[in-house]
């Protein structure tokens, strides 16, 4: 196969890597080929819930060495949001301790005094309750800016779906009558904007590789990118005949990227 002409790749994980525990056949020897090419790659999860260094250990198990620097979720893409808007600032956050340690980590002061509160954000939190929902809400009255990780219905988990960051958001919105201002994850840029910013390369350079039309490709196509659809995961040739998404490569698997 030819040298690739991308300086970078930015990888989906889940049905582009790998599905599941099992590593998508071609994966590893993708990765090896392009990484010997001395090509700049980043793997990309819209799931908060894991960090950066449980993905890498994963992938590190199934055959591709990786460090935690090689992935950005939807946490990191978050803070790369936040550093550049609110340097320092007050956090208020629905979120799991594994969020809340890496706020406080990147330099923010996590808060739950809703007097001093400068930003709220809502994320997946499996230890949800009225408690918290009330100390947003209050901050957010008080004027509090409004970010969001993910806006999905549902976070898929081992042992199946947690909800549910968008009735999160969804509550905040209507009890407050506050909109929320960005959210940080898949389709949005931001997420894509991180991983450019790790792979120190323009996004005109650079190959979006991922299996979700409405995620992973439009996300690519919004920022210029030249995106490739692999079809080892949820989306077929025949979702792709039914929309107008049109992604620059159509690749039966990772195995086939240029």
């Not at 989906?12 to 525990?21: F, H, S, V």
């Not at 905040?172 to 910013?197: M, Y």
């Amino acid at each position: 196969m030819p040298e690739s002409r991308y300086e970078g790749y930015i990888f989906d994980l889940d049905g582009t890597i790998y599905l599941g525990d099992a590593l998508i056949p071609g994966a590893a020897l993708t990765i090896e080929r392009l990484r010997s090419n001395e090509r700049r790659m980043v793997f990309l999860s819209n799931k908060p819930l894991e960090g950066c260094a449980n993905y890498a250990a994963k992938l590190t198990r199934l055959g591709i060495p990786a460090c935690s620097d090689d992935v950005i979720n939807s946490s990191q893409a978050l803070i790369h949001l936040l550093r550049d808007r609110h340097p320092g600032a007050r956090v208020l956050a629905i979120a799991e301790h594994k969020l809340l340690d890496e706020l406080a980590e990147a330099g923010f002061e996590v808060t739950q005094r809703v007097d001093i509160v400068d930003v709220v954000v809502a994320a997946f939190d499996r230890t949800l309750d009225y408690t918290k929902l009330n100390l947003a809400h209050q901050a957010l009255v008080r004027g509090a800016h409004f970010y969001a990780t993910n806006g999905d219905k549902t976070c898929p988990v081992e042992g199946g779906e947690i909800p549910d960051c968008a009735g999160v958001i969804a509550f905040l919105e209507a009890t407050t009558g506050r909109i929320v201002q960005e959210i940080a994850g898949k389709p949005s840029p931001h997420i894509l904007k991180a991983a450019l910013a790790r792979l120190q390369a323009d996004a005109s350079r650079c190959l979006m590789v991922g299996d979700r039309l409405d995620t992973d490709i439009t996300m690519g196509v919004r920022a210029g990118m030249d995106t490739a659809l692999v079809l080892s995961g949820v989306t077929s040739r025949e979702m792709l005949a039914e929309t107008e998404i049109r992604p620059t490569y159509v690749l039966e698997s990772v195995a086939d990227c240029p």
